[in-house]
């Protein structure tokens, strides 16, 4: 964002834990923004974190709203506190990039949702994977049919556990990510689902999935999803009649490997190239201009603040993807396949057991 003489907006960070001092880093070093302030529970944290990015730090987030009083607020707190500082800062009329998951569940999503439409204020989810240069590219060329007819799509996220606070299992913390980027790339619903969770090493919630989705277009998908891996993997593949893509997420790279069947016959799949089947065609590596995902995303949470377009994801799409985990859960634990009705604008709350709750 260029900075054109024009008022810096100011914005402010509640929650300044690994995840939230990231915000606070890249807001103060966007141009156009003036960094007023940040909260957390800890205050040594907040000070140090403040004393970095040479602002104002705080204990109370009441008291940096009342003080300091942004225009925009990215909220980083752990999830079971999501609602009730969500709830604060729209209903003073403040701006909100909320992180992923949108809530602890889906009724205190749905309140979340219905007080951004009731104030009138912008709400975005930070789901940051959308905003991964690799995946937005990959997005554009499925969408534009250069895989053909989309056959499957594997998604795999694996790593040690993680050292920050975790207060979900691995399902909502990490799997909601590949939930809501098969949605996004692919622009279908999922309509069936079954998966099968563990709890290895995690002592409250699961810590492995493998997970197998149906997709309105008869596409299929898997996920392999655990924090019981050495290596960290962060991988995507969608796989179609004319290939298939890969992307790695921590590379940024994104790949093509070509059916060398179906080159030369794109479009005619259903004629003499079905007969042919699959054989190694050419690799292309494609230029990706590689960029940091969080500030391309804080990037389109102000610009839709400032413009009154639409924030790239809604309420409703972090909600379709918390349903989601939460029906995955629910298939782990109950050991059968869960079928979903969704529509794009409207989401029927699955009513959970009262144990498939996270803890």
């Known amino acids: 964002m260029k900075n054109n003489g024009k008022a810096r907006t100011k914005v402010a960070v509640i929650g300044v834990g690994a995840m939230g001092s990231h915000h606070a880093r890249i807001y103060a070093e966007m141009q156009d923004v003036r960094l007023v302030g940040v909260a957390d529970l800890d205050g040594t944290r907040a000070a140090t974190i403040a004393k970095r990015y040479g602002t104002a730090g705080y204990s109370d987030f009441r008291t940096l709203l009342d ?45 979340i949702v219905k007080c951004s439409a009731e104030t009138g204020v912008r709400l975005m989810v ?37 050292v920050r606070p975790i207060d979900v299992g691995v399902v909502v913390d990490l ?7 098969i949605r ?5 619903e999922v309509v069936r689902l079954y998966a099968e969770t563990e709890r290895r090493i995690h002592s409250d919630n699961e810590d492995l999935l493998t997970g197998v989705l149906r997709l309105r277009d ?4 898997t996920l392999t999803i655990n924090w019981l891996t050495p290596r960290k993997v962060r991988e995507l593949e969608v796989t179609g009649e004319l290939g298939m893509f890969r992307v790695n997420y921590l ?17 005619d799949w259903d004629t003499m190239s079905v007969f042919r089947g699959v054989s190694e065609g050419c690799m292309i590596r494609y230029a990706v201009e590689k960029r940091e995902p969080l500030r391309i995303e804080q990037e389109a949470f102000l610009n839709a603040v400032h413009s009154g ?22 298939s782990g634990l109950e050991h059968h ?10 989401i029927t709350v699955l009513q959970l057991h009262p144990e498939a709750q996270p803890a």
Not at 175 to 181: E, G, I, N, Q, S
Not at 184 to 188: A, E, L, P, T
Not at 252 to 266: I, M, P, R, S
């Open 67 to 111: 003080r300091a009083k942004p225009e925009a607020v990215t909220v980083a707190v752990p999830t079971k506190y999501h609602l009730p500082v969500a709830l604060e800062v729209m209903q003073r009329g403040i701006h909100l990039l909320l992180e992923k998951p949108i809530s602890y569940t889906l009724d205190e999503g749905q309140q």
């Open 126 to 162: 930070g789901h940051v994977e959308r905003f991964n240069p690799a995946i937005m590219q990959l997005r554009d060329r499925v969408r534009a049919g250069e895989a053909g007819k989309v056959f499957q799509m594997d998604a795999r996220r694996q790593g040690p556990f993680p």
């Open 175 to 181: 799997a909601v990510h590949d939930l809501d980027v």
């Open 184 to 188: 996004y790339v692919s622009g279908q």
């Open 218 to 221: 008869g596409t299929v998908a």
């Open 251 to 267: 590379t940024q790279d994104l790949y093509f490997f070509e059916n060398g069947c179906a080159a030369g016959a794109k479009g």
């Open 309 to 330: 377009d639409p924030v790239p994801v809604t309420g409703w799409d972090a909600l379709a993807a918390l349903r989601l985990a939460h029906a995955t859960v629910v």
């Open 337 to 346: 396949d869960v079928a979903l009705g969704m529509s794009d604008s409207k």
